[in-house]
């Protein structure tokens, strides 16, 4: 269902005072690799450091696999959230969590943090729009801005604020108006340091090239790129799918202005649905194929690492099957669909 959306695909700041936004302005980059929040083999303090200084990692640090796009609009409880999230860390080296779908309940974020800092990840928090045109991602928007000032722990986890899923190919709002949201959520988080920007597939800026796509690429601290190439014209096994990211790649490379890449909504479906159709007729939908998209990012580590802006960090889309059919790597019998250990560094 949150696939329809892609079901069109055919291929597919005001300036920020803060110059790199990525950049705590009091951080230095330390040579020990495990330091710095959230590094695997990093220690969690017992409490929350005074100040941001010297917390994150430098993102140069943050290619290849860093975590998993986790779907919460089944509103887990806490103790869910904080299995999950320790299962993402130790099993599978998982450094951050990509949210995706929308809880409504009051405080919800707080659960989240709170898993986030048990577990040692860190989150790109995610403002839904959904696909009804409603307006109900403006109480999220201010529910989420809440708790992110309020929860003492929220800007030691929250790596970026994202505005999604995909609002430009969903023209949830007007391209400019959407940049002028997230020049003020930028201004509205400044003081936590917590960066903004949307979750959103090449395509969907491409097609708005002429209707203001600019303003949101100027106005986004990051990027937090779609890249689902079974949608593609040209898709057929993912063993052969490397031109098909490397086009979008390249994309977001020559105009995304040097900010760092993140590919959040990222894989390849085992089955496909009402939601999830190919363009292609040879685009192949199994757990073969599922598997070998995995395999060929892990391939490619090499090459995501010398991405400029810091390289390419890549989440898995998605956790488990019960939160996007055919794209988990559980099962909806919570069993693991194949091995998985990417490559976190190379
Ligand atoms: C940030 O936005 C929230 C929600 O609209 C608001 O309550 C809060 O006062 C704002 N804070 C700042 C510093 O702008």
């Not at 790199?20 to 220690?43: E, I, M, N, W, Y």
């Not at 997230?182 to 090449?202: D, F, G, R």
């Not at 779609?226 to 977001?252: G, Q, R």
């Not at 488990?320 to 019998?333: F, I, N, Q, R, V």
Request: aromatic fraction near 14%; charged fraction near 20%.
């Amino acid at each position: 269902m949150v696939f329809l959306p892609f079901l069109a695909v055919l291929a597919a700041f005001a300036v920020s005072t803060r110059a790199s936004p990525l950049d705590q302005p009091t951080r230095t980059v330390t040579t020990d690799a495990t330091s710095c929040f959230p590094a695997l083999g990093f220690k969690m303090p017992s409490n929350t450091p005074s100040s941001l200084t010297n917390w994150w990692c430098d993102p140069s640090t943050e290619y290849g696999f860093i975590g998993f796009s986790y779907e919460v609009t089944a509103c887990q409880s806490l103790t869910q959230l904080k299995k999950d999230f320790l299962q993402i860390r130790q099993n599978f080296n998982g450094r951050y969590i990509r949210l995706y779908g929308f809880c409504d309940n009051a405080g919800f974020y707080n659960n989240i943090v709170e898993a986030a800092w048990d577990a040692g990840v860190g989150v790109h928090a995610l403002i839904w729009f959904g696909f009804d045109g409603g307006n109900e991602w403006m109480d999220r928007r201010n529910k989420l801005l809440g708790i992110l000032h309020s929860n003492e722990k929220a800007k030691f986890v929250t790596r970026a604020l994202q505005f999604g899923s995909e609002p430009l190919f969903d023209s949830v709002l007007d391209p400019s108006v959407l940049a002028a949201q997230v020049t003020a959520a930028k201004s509205n988080l400044s003081s936590l340091h917590i960066p903004v920007t949307i979750s959103e597939m090449a395509y969907g800026y491409q097609e708005n090239e002429d209707n203001g796509a600019q303003d949101v690429l100027d106005a986004i601290d990051l990027i937090d790129a779609h890249m689902l190439p079974f949608f593609s014209t040209e898709a057929s096994t993912a063993n052969k799918a490397w031109p098909i990211v490397l086009t979008d790649l390249d994309w977001f490379i020559d105009n995304g202005e040097g900010k760092k890449i993140y590919f959040t909504e990222n894989g390849w479906p085992s089955v496909t649905s009402d939601g999830v159709q190919p363009n292609s007729p040879s685009a192949v939908a199994n757990v073969q194929n599922e598997h070998d998209y995995y395999s060929l990012l892990d391939a490619h580590c090499e090459d995501f690492k010398q991405v400029k802006g810091g390289g390419v960090g890549w989440f898995w889309h998605i956790y488990s099957d019960d939160m996007e059919p055919g794209y988990g790597l559980y099962s909806t019998s919570g069993k693991l669909k194949f091995p998985f250990s990417p490559r976190t560094s190379c």
